[in-house]
């Protein structure tokens, strides 16, 4: 995947992984309707880019918008959220959307997200052009979140990572991976990686959830993952990563005990929701080993970090809880 957004290293830091300077790439009013816009999806596409976007209006109404950019930092985010048409069921009620993932797969483009269906749970839809989406029957039942598929089918079936929750601020999550054979019936939940103890790695130890579509390695999955806290300010959410055994995602070969990247700037720290890092899309180039990752910043606002991907893998194994 050529023309990646891309910054060098700054000079002098030893960090695996390191913010863009211009950060925020996407400010809250971005778009007229727009309180804030962060946690957001980006693929290639064309001879640019697309992105599906969290946009919570002023009435903080939680919905996703369709986006085009160039050079995947300065985008053109539509002022009107997707409308979606009937895919394989003609259920496509939707109380809110939030915290949308991208996915090509075989001849097309697959978007899950939370859905609101008297609870959350997992939403997927289609599309071909980033202009007509149609939406498929949800994944699972109330309540789950972070649903994130894999980018090619596992041992014949599509595979999908989520989070098992309740209806509210859940104070705890495990990460499971679960199959089906058409992307419509799904099964064969597995638990793949739970919370960490406090004493051994604080920042993961109260919810996890994945992150960015996976990444194939020769290493296996590279699942880069949102670990949270609760600390005596709220929850605190943070970036780590791990490896997945790449014909048995429910095997973890390693996970960072520290993580990649904190909430450690204002940006960050500052805004409707304080100090959250939560990483929702990567892209990825094989040639130049460059990783670009997109992350929701204080639930505001939309940032991008960069790392060198055998570097990440790297650390990841060096670095194993």
């Not at 599309?127 to 980018?151: H, I, K, M, S, Y």
């Not at 064969?188 to 994945?210: D, L, N, Y």
């Not at 943070?238 to 997945?244: N, S, Y």
Request: glycine share 8%; hydrophobic share 40%; net charge negative.
């Amino acid at each position: 995947m050529k023309n990646i957004p891309w910054q060098e290293r700054p000079e002098n830091s030893k960090e695996v992984m390191w913010r863009y300077s211009m950060n925020p790439i996407i400010e809250r009013d971005a778009i007229p309707s727009s309180n804030s816009i962060f946690n957001s999806a980006v693929v290639a596409f064309e001879d640019g880019f697309a992105g599906v976007f969290r946009c919570d209006n002023k009435a903080v109404q939680m919905n996703i918008f369709a986006g085009f950019s160039k050079d995947g930092i300065h985008w053109d985010i539509e002022h009107d959220p997707i409308v979606m048409q009937k895919g394989n069921t003609d259920m496509i009620d939707s109380d809110y959307k939030y915290d949308p993932r991208v996915v090509f797969i075989e001849d097309r483009y697959w978007i899950t997200w939370c859905n609101g269906y008297h609870g959350p749970t997992i939403g997927i839809a289609y599309t071909f052009d980033f202009r007509e989406f149609f939406q498929c029957e949800n994944a699972f039942l109330p309540f789950n979140r972070n649903g994130v598929l894999f980018p090619k089918k596992i041992n014949g079936k599509y595979a999908m990572l989520s989070r098992p929750s309740d209806n509210g601020h859940t104070p705890f999550g495990d990460i499971y991976v679960s199959f089906s054979p058409d992307m419509k019936y799904w099964g064969e939940h597995r638990v793949v990686m739970k919370t960490a103890p406090f004493e051994e790695s604080a920042w993961q130890c109260t919810k996890i959830g994945a992150g960015p579509i996976p990444i194939l390695t020769s290493e296996g999955w590279l699942m880069i993952y949102h670990g949270v806290i609760n600390t005596c300010n709220g929850f605190r959410y943070a970036m780590g990563a791990a490896l997945l055994e790449e014909n048995a995602p429910e095997k973890v070969r390693y996970r960072t005990k520290p993580y990649l990247l904190s909430p450690s700037v204002t940006y960050e720290q500052v805004g409707d929701v304080p100090n959250v890092i939560f990483p929702c899309a990567a892209l990825h180039d094989e040639q130049s080993d460059r990783l670009s990752v997109y992350y929701g910043a204080a639930d505001t606002v939309v940032g991008l970090a960069f790392g060198k991907l055998s570097e990440v893998v790297e650390f990841t194994i060096n670095n194993s809880l």
